[in-house]
């Protein structure tokens, strides 16, 4: 099974500022990577797949990169909105979720 | 716009079975060569895959878990389901539905989600 790891578990980050999630593959998942939003009470909301490609009506400041086995989703300027739990999760071989990072008003 | 709803009972005994039915509206269960995912988020815990399957009824499990799961279509009324039998404490939680993106292993789609207790 792949391991995704996620870090920090809680973050942060003041209106306007930028907030960088990492996540770590226990073997190489090449670029097979999703980053959600999962807030509260609703459905989680897929942002990026295959890396650093963003989903449809995903707004710019969301953006992915890494390959193999490190991965970042940057969020450029936060919004109100933006605060959330995000997950990480790889396709390669089967599925597997990171056990997400906590996005918090500082 | 596709739509997914998850229905079922949101309590259930321990021993007994955990059964749960995903409605889709807004597109067809059967077009497309889509899989449909269940996923589940235990109390204070991550997102856990469940199973999937694709339209033409081929159903992949996560070898992980320890009660056993079944997933199936029922195309005549576009919906598809899980049973997990045996269920326990450890079952508790939250269940949803997707549908996959544009790549395969990915989620787009998704149901709010269904609180599903396991308590005598």
């Known amino acids: 099974e792949i391991v995704m790891t996620q870090s920090p578990a809680t973050l942060s980050v003041s209106p306007g500022e930028r907030a960088t999630l990492s996540c770590r593959a226990s073997q190489s998942v090449t670029r097979n990577v999703a980053w959600y939003q999962h807030k509260p009470g609703q459905a989680p909301r897929l942002l990026i797949y295959n890396g650093s490609t963003r989903a449809t009506g995903i707004p710019a400041r969301f953006s992915g990169s890494g390959s193999g086995t490190e991965f970042t989703l940057t969020i450029s300027s936060l919004q109100s909105e933006d605060f959330a739990v995000y997950y990480c999760q790889q396709y390669l071989r089967w599925l597997s979720f990171g056990g997400g990072t906590q996005v918090e008003i500082k | 716009q596709l739509q997914l709803q998850e229905s079922g009972s949101g309590l259930v005994k321990p021993s007994q079975t955990l059964s749960l039915t995903c409605n889709v509206s807004?597109?067809?269960?059967?077009?497309?060569?889509?899989?449909w995912i269940w996923i589940r988020q235990p109390p204070g815990k991550g997102l856990e895959w469940i199973g999937y399957l694709y339209d033409s009824g081929r159903t992949y499990y996560n070898p992980s878990l320890k009660s056993p799961v079944t997933i199936s279509i029922d195309r005549s009324n576009n919906q598809f389901s899980l049973n997990v039998t045996s269920v326990t404490a450890a079952d508790t939680a939250v269940y949803y539905c997707a549908r996959q993106g544009a790549v395969a292993g990915t989620f787009l789609y998704w149901g709010q989600g269904i609180l599903v207790t396991v308590s005598s």
């Open positions: 807004g597109g067809s269960i059967s077009s497309g060569g889509y899989s």
